[in-house]
């Protein structure tokens, strides 16, 4: 009798275990749809928006005018790359934002004059240029320092921007 009395309450208790399990499941698998609905809006709410950019800025400085050749002038390029290599790069980074903008692409966003102006006169850009102004605000109000480039070494930095 002990036994029979023992089973009823073994199969009593299983029966109320498996019972609490199965709503924790039900429960578990609506939270995996909420879950994913919820990152459907993310995904609608983020995508980007294209932007469209001034290029008849040309900036403020002693550059007023730049012709580029339809050719990159390798040599020019070449020197260009040694000068951001050793006074640009500790805030720019070809391929990605870093305490400045990337300048892969910078001719699509701005005119050959505005990045020259930028190269040789950066403080007065920031105080005076629009973009120069807005480009402070997005770095975190991190100036660009002035590496006091000659016109030549400029003009070779643009060189090299243009074979990234």
């Not at 698998?29 to 008849?56: A, G, N, P």
């Not at 005018?65 to 000068?83: N, P, R, Y």
């Not at 030549?152 to 990234?164: N, Q």
């Amino acid at each position: 009798m002990k036994n029979v009395i023992k089973l009823s309450l073994l199969v009593i208790f299983s029966l109320s275990l498996s019972s609490c399990g199965g709503d924790a499941k039900k429960e578990k698998k609506e939270k995996v749809k909420i879950t994913t609905k919820k990152k459907e809006v993310k995904k609608v709410k983020t995508e980007k928006k294209e932007k469209t950019y001034d290029l008849s800025n040309k900036g403020i400085g002693p550059i007023k005018s730049i012709t580029l050749s339809a050719d990159i002038d390798q040599a020019m390029a070449t020197k260009g790359a040694e000068v951001y290599k050793a006074k640009c790069t500790a805030c720019h980074k070809v391929e990605k934002k870093f305490i400045g903008p990337s300048p892969k692409g910078i001719f699509k966003k701005r005119s050959p004059e505005w990045i020259m102006n930028m190269i040789l006169n950066p403080d007065e850009m920031v105080k005076k240029d629009p973009i120069a102004k807005a480009l402070l605000m997005e770095y975190n109000g991190s100036p660009m320092a002035n590496q006091n480039l000659t016109e030549e070494e400029a003009r070779s930095v643009l060189e090299y921007f243009r074979t990234l």
